[in-house]
Each structure stands twice: as C-alpha cells, then as structure tokens.
C-alpha cells in the first residue's frame, strides 16, 4: 500500500477526518475517548511485541501456500520468516488497537479471518481470555508457525483452521450461536469481503463490532468498503483509513464517522 493513489486517498482521509472533538454522537466519542485513542501501555502488549522482534530476526524458510486470494488453485513459494514478519504482520499500533476494541466489547466469539504468524490472534485471546477464539489461515505452513507463537505466549483459547475462507466460514456460521467480534484481514477482494459480511451478519449481535482491514488496499476494497456502510442494518462505522468499523446498533440513528488515528 504504498502507491500514489494511496498517498491521495490517505491525505483526503487526514482533510475529511475528525477527532473526538469534532464527534457529537455519544456512543463513538465514548469509543475514540477510551479506546481508540487509549494510548497507556498494557501489560500484555509486553510479551506480545518481544516475539513479534524475534520474529523479525527469524532466519527460517517455510514454504507459503497461496490460494491465490480466494481461488482454490495452490501456489506456493519459499520465504524467510522475518521477511513475512516484515511484510504481513499488523502493525503495532493497529495490533493494540484491535486487542483495545476487543477489552470494550467483551465477546464471547472472535472470528479472524488471516491468521498470518498469530500476532494479531495473540492481542485478540488475550484481550478477552474466556471467549473462543476461531481463526482461519490459508498456508499450512504459517498456521503451524502461528500455532508455535500462540503456544510460547501459553494462549489456549484458540483454535486455528487450516483452509480456504470460503470453505471453512460457512460451517462456522451454521454451527455458532452470534458473533461478537468478526475481524476481516485476508483476501482483499471485493466479492469476498462482501460475501463474508454478508455470511456474518445474521449472527451479529447488538453490541457486536466488525472490523474490515485494508478499506484502501485497492480500488475493489474501496467499493466493498461503501457498500457495507451503505447496508441497512449497519448503524454505524467508523473509517479509521487503515481499518474499518461496523456495528449493527438498533434503534440508533445511522451515522458513518471518518476519523484520524
């Protein structure tokens, strides 16, 4: 994401963007006040970012197995573990901010679609240690990789699926009570991120959050992006540039939030 047109669209983000002062709904000033912009340091980021640091210093081959975003055709390819830490992994920041937003809701299910190397899996098992967490991951060779993190950092509440997303959510969803926490961070394509929203949604709950990675990534994630704030149960989001929020809030007026983070 490092191109000229995201360069445009992150400087028309920062013109259009708020912050908590200029956010006159009382359910997302709470959000921006004491979440979102919540920069004290918890105790878990500690132990998390020391193995993300020896991640980048790890010198292994493991071979990648592509599904070719979303396709059922395998490609694979070898590569050194810091390099996919490099390249792949969330940042820091966003990684603690998505662990933050999963403290507030308190959910009893998280989704993740994207496993990569199980940093972002570690914030979100620690931010709320008695849900399930399910997480899905496409390479077997990096689900094993994730698997070996989680356990050096003693998490036991996840179960990590080796597959296609779109194999593997369906039965997800027909067999899960509600969702209370759905994060969205592979195959950026439209079509299926608009699949999985539209898969998740009669499971998400009031007090739900769901969250889209990389609205900017291309001109198809743009898209997906706006139709999804333009769904009708979808009372209200929040574009942060990097991420994106939903909630499915009855009875509150719908309003879509642009915000600088």
Not at 96 to 110: E, F, G, M, N, S
Not at 118 to 123: D, E, L, R
Not at 194 to 215: A, R, T, V
Not at 240 to 256: A, M, P, S
């Amino acid at each position: 994401m490092t191109n000229l047109q995201t360069v445009i669209d992150f400087l028309k983000h920062r013109i259009k963007g708020k912050t908590r002062h200029g956010v006159h709904s009382p359910f997302v000033y709470r959000l921006l006040d004491e979440v979102i912009y919540d920069n004290h340091a918890k105790s878990d980021y500690f132990d998390i970012e020391k193995l993300r640091s020896s991640l980048l210093q790890d010198n292994r081959w493991i071979r990648i197995t592509d599904l070719g975003a979303g396709s059922k055709l395998n490609k694979s390819t070898k590569k050194q573990v810091r390099v996919l830490a490099k390249n792949a992994l969330k940042s820091a920041s966003l990684a603690q901010l998505i662990y933050r937003l999963a403290v507030h809701i308190k959910p009893r299910t998280i989704i993740e679609l994207g496993t990569c190397l199980g940093i972002t899996t570690a914030y979100l098992a620690k931010a709320a240690p008695s849900a399930k967490v399910i997480t899905i991951e496409g390479c077997p060779a990096t689900a094993a990789l994730a698997r070996e993190n989680l356990d050096k950092l003693l998490v036991q509440n996840t179960e990590i699926l080796t597959g296609n997303f779109d194999d593997l959510l369906p039965n997800i969803i027909n067999t899960s009570e509600a969702f209370d926490f759905v994060y969205v961070d592979g195959n950026h394509r439209k079509d299926a991120t608009l699949n999985y929203f539209e898969w998740c949604l009669p499971k998400l709950s009031q007090n739900s959050i769901m969250i889209f990675d990389d609205i900017y990534w291309s001109k198809g994630m743009k898209e997906a992006w706006a139709q999804i704030k333009a769904h009708p149960e979808v009372s209200v989001s929040i574009d942060l540039f990097w991420i994106g929020l939903i909630f499915v809030r009855k009875n509150q007026v719908k309003e879509d939030f642009i915000v600088c983070y």
